[in-house]
């Protein structure tokens, strides 16, 4: 779904990201992704590729509290990074993890999370026109703060992380709660409800015709810098050529919330 709904942010903001430029300010055909763990807890990042690119980590690893794993992204990589919390491969149990699992797998390898989880969605396209756009989406929920910065850092390609704890502020109908009572995740209104004006489908199919709506709102509120709903308008898109993108989980204090371990 959120493959489908980039898509159609790709289509929607092509023709304003050709008129603003290339932005180029680097001349890689490569980039590196530094991927921190800022979290009070141990978390398993993981990437899924889009059609026709390659994994990446071996589509995820272990990183444990305060660690950087860095790994090399081709120029026109295009694809999603989430991180999974509370994982437990050795029982041999699906899921493995509380959120973002993927088929009780380490290594999701092409392997799609399980929704709610908060989405860093790339398509790169270092030194092409148009250039390279990435965002943070909780289009199918929310289960970690991120932010994303480029080096040298700069103020326009900076995704801040979240401004109000979304797990404590999150509708008990949209709670993901796990065995011991706390609230893991958060889902969107159009992975919960699955209604086309949630989800900006059929009739609701355009910015126009699919407004916020109260959770989406309550989601812009707590994460301005993320998309809240599949047509957020102006949307928080980012577009920026790096060669080195951080990625970086509960860059705030609102990670420390629910640890798991
Ligand atoms: C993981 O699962 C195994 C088997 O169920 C269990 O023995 C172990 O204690 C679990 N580890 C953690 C960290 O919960
Ligand atoms: C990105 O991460 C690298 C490696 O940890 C670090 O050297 C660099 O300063 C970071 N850049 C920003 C903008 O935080």
């Known amino acids: ?40 807890f141990p978390i398993w990042p993981a990437t899924v590729a889009n059609h026709g690119h390659p994994v990446l980590a071996k589509g995820g690893f272990n990183l444990a509290q305060g660690k950087t794993r860095q790994f090399s992204c081709p120029g026109d990589w295009s694809g999603r990074i989430w991180a999974r919390t509370a994982c437990n491969f050795s029982s041999g149990l699906k899921p493995a993890c509380e959120t973002g699992d993927c088929n009780g797998l380490l290594e999701c390898n092409g392997v799609v999370g399980v929704p709610p989880a908060t989405l860093v969605e790339f398509a790169l396209q270092l030194n092409k026109s148009p250039p390279s756009f990435y965002d943070v989406s909780l289009v199918d929920g929310y289960n970690l703060p991120v932010s994303v910065a480029t080096t040298p850092s700069m103020k326009k390609c900076h995704i801040g992380g979240c401004s109000k704890n979304l797990k404590t502020r999150c509708p008990s109908e949209l709670q993901v709660v796990n065995k011991k009572g706390e609230v893991v995740a958060c889902k969107s209104a159009c992975l919960r409800f699955n209604r ?66």
């Not at 709904?5 to 050709?18: E, H, P, S």
């Not at 916020?212 to 920026?240: E, R």
Request: proline residues 7%; hydrophobic residues 30%.
């Open 1 to 40: 779904m959120v493959m489908h709904l980039l898509g159609k942010f790709v289509a929607f903001f092509l023709f304003l990201i050709w008129n603003l430029g290339s932005s180029g300010n680097s001349v890689a055909q490569s980039c590196t992704f530094y991927v921190t763990n800022k979290c009070p």
């Open 196 to 261: 086309d004006q949630y989800c900006c489908r059929n009739e609701y199919g355009s910015p126009e015709k699919c407004k916020p709506n109260m959770y989406s709102k309550l989601f812009k509120d707590s994460c301005p810098s993320y998309i809240s709903y599949a047509f957020d308008t102006p949307s928080p898109l980012v577009v920026c050529d790096s060669d080195m993108y951080n990625i970086t989980f509960c860059p705030d204090k609102w990670g420390s919330q629910h640890v798991s371990e």
